[in-house]
């Protein structure tokens, strides 16, 4: 017996693009929740292991309901149900939380702003004791000058993801921070963002990533689903 893998709540009708598989492969189906339909598809597996391709595929069928112009909840990955039946009872019984997941995203997205390096190096910090101090000083100070500049770099970043809050403060509802980046990221900030404010996003990020530092430079992600601010698990 297959088990169900949840994608995400949607209003009712939302239809998924046929051109867009779900996991493995298959096919991303439609369960009528009422008002609302869940996207969902077929697993031949009791437990989902996390592959890159799969983790993938999952973002890729959300960001193909928002590239519809559809409102979602998405579901976070990595829970499988064990039928249709399951995952409706699931939904219903969170009902007063998707609610407020479904108010929180309608019309809205989420954009990222990335800080990464460019592998520029940063500014450096002159060095007054230049005379010799030894066969190991050399290495000690190559150890402490890269320790050093790595923490100018990050100072940096932090100094150029909070400079992009600031500007980017009129056109989000809300913002995360984002803990512990996966490198090469150094700082990032998701922001919802109403669907009509994408392009005047964009145009603020690219005028603030315009006077960065050399060393850093600002990438976007987005617009995708609202994994930061409205996910919901259910049991």
């Known amino acids: ?99 407020a997941a479904m108010t929180m995203v309608r019309e809205r997205v989420e954009m990222s702003v990335l800080v990464v390096p460019t592998g520029a190096a940063p500014a450096a910090m002159p060095d007054h004791q230049r005379e010799s101090r030894g066969p190991g000083y050399a290495h000690l100070k190559r150890i402490r000058d890269q320790v050093h500049a790595e923490q100018i770099l990050l100072g940096s970043a932090a100094e150029l993801a909070q400079s992009a809050t600031r500007a980017l ?21 998701a922001h919802l963002v109403a669907r009509d404010n994408v392009a005047r996003y964009l145009r603020a990020v690219k005028l603030e990533a315009a006077g960065a530092d050399p060393a850093l430079r600002i990438a976007v992600r987005g617009p995708g689903a609202a994994y930061s601010f409205a996910a919901v698990q259910i049991g």
């Open 169 to 189: 403060a009129g056109l989000c509802i809300a913002e995360r921070v984002v803990e512990a980046p996966a490198p090469p990221v150094l700082m990032a900030r």
């Open 1 to 99: 017996m297959m088990a169900v893998h949840l994608y995400g709540v949607l209003d009712a009708g939302a239809d998924p693009t046929p051109s867009i598989p779900g996991l493995d492969g298959r096919v991303v189906r439609v369960l009528s929740l009422g008002d609302r339909c869940a996207w969902v598809s077929d697993v031949a597996e009791s437990r989902l292991e996390a592959t890159p391709e799969r983790i993938r595929a999952h973002d890729a069928v959300l960001s193909g309901a928002i590239a519809q112009g559809y409102s979602v909840v998405p579901s976070l990955f990595g829970r499988l149900h064990a039928d249709d039946a399951a995952v409706i009872a699931g939904l219903e019984g969170s009902a007063a939380a998707l609610d």
